[in-house]
């Protein structure tokens, strides 16, 4: 009889000691276990990445030197829901240089409203700001060959078309022809330097 009494008490025992490990495991906390499968309105908690995932894009800068030869910068910057092409300007246009000697030529306010596609012809739309100055011919100059060289970048893209709020534009200070798609200018591009050992 005695013998029967205890290993009941032993296996009353055993039971509530593994009743206990499932609320360990979910709670860390013994006794503690919060039920939230019955509530009408669950609580989400979304964590913001405090650090936004960023690309990389090489965008051409101006040399406050006034030397007519554009410099390639790597950039890296948040695309959010932009298209690469229209990314890689915003880089261009909304980001400081990172070195001292470079500059950026935008007009304030001067922004992207879209950069579309076709074959091998981009065309850039800006808001009124990109033309809303009068400017000299190296400043129109170097800020449009800065555009046609930043989306030039990509392979497929060989040319470039300007447009202002959606409209053809046929300059923006008198100095360039912007009517018809502009191509890379290899005369703004830095030359690489030749080798000492380069035979000549």
């Known amino acids: 009889m005695l013998?029967?009494?205890s290993l009941l008490l032993m296996l009353v025992l055993l039971l509530t000691v593994t009743g206990c490990e499932p609320t360990?495991?979910?709670t860390g906390n013994k006794g503690?276990?919060?039920d939230v499968t019955g509530?009408?309105?669950p609580i989400t908690t979304v964590v913001k990445d405090p650090n936004p995932l960023t690309k990389e894009y090489v965008v051409y800068r101006v040399q406050k030197n006034g030397e007519e030869i554009l410099i390639p910068e790597k950039v890296r910057y948040a695309p959010g829901k932009k298209t690469r092409e229209e990314a890689a300007l915003e880089a261009l246009i909304h980001t400081d240089p990172?070195?001292?000697q470079l500059m950026n030529l935008f007009p304030p306010g001067t922004d992207v409203h879209s950069v579309k596609v076709s074959g091998d012809t981009a065309t850039v739309d800006f808001n009124q700001n990109f033309a809303s100055r009068g400017q000299g011919s190296y400043n129109e100059r170097m800020m449009v060959n800065t555009v046609v060289c930043t989306l030039t970048e990509f392979p497929e893209i060989k040319k470039v078309k300007f447009l202002v709020d959606g409209k053809e534009i046929d300059t923006?200070?008198?100095h360039m022809d912007l009517l018809d798609p502009l191509t890379r200018n290899p005369d703004v591009l830095k030359k690489p330097e030749k080798k000492k050992d380069e035979k000549k």
């Open 98 to 100: 990172v070195s001292k």
């Open 172 to 174: 923006i200070s008198g």
């Open 32 to 34: 503690e276990v919060k």
């Open 39 to 41: 509530q009408k309105d």
């Open 3 to 5: 013998k029967k009494i």
């Open 24 to 26: 360990e495991k979910l």
